[in-house]
Nanobody, 127 residues
Framework: QVQLVESGGGLVQAGGSLRLSCAAS????????AGWFRQAPGKEREFVAI????????YYADSVKGRFTISKDNAKNTVYLQMNSLKPEDTAIYYC????????????????????WGQGTQVTVSS
């Protein structure tokens, strides 16, 4: 049974920073690509940042490019999302996701392409 557990969310003022963590109960985490998604009230879930299984390549939504950084520590079975220069429009529930893949260089942008999801962590940015 694969489990993903997010942590690190909270309330922060605009311009501040947070680091989200996602711990995975996966023995072969090196075989999993991962991503962070978010969902604001009344909106669809959208991708924020995604990373290949090796951690060597990343891809970001235009809205967070230059402010957020995704990373993957395969030794610790953990994916991180460092969020800097936060804006009120970043307020949402943030979810991490993972999927098994034999392709080392492929990343997956659609939520439908992921098999496993965490429970979500709330990020609120006040103005």
């Amino acid at each position: 049974q694969v489990q993903l557990v997010e942590s690190g969310g909270g309330l922060v003022q605009a311009g501040g920073s947070l680091r989200l963590s996602c711990a995975a109960s996966i023995r072969t985490f090196t075989m999993y690509a991962a991503g962070w998604f978010r969902q604001a009230p009344g909106k669809e879930r959208e991708f924020v940042a995604i990373i290949t299984r090796s951690g060597s390549s990343t891809y970001y939504a235009d809205s967070v490019k230059g402010r957020f950084t995704i990373s993957k520590d395969n030794a610790k079975n953990t994916v991180y999302l460092q969020m800097n220069s936060l804006k009120p429009e970043d307020t949402a529930i943030y979810y991490c996701a993972a999927r098994y893949t034999i392709s080392s260089g492929t990343y997956y942008q659609s939520p439908n392409e992921y098999d496993y999801w965490g429970q979500g962590t709330q990020v609120t940015v006040s103005s």
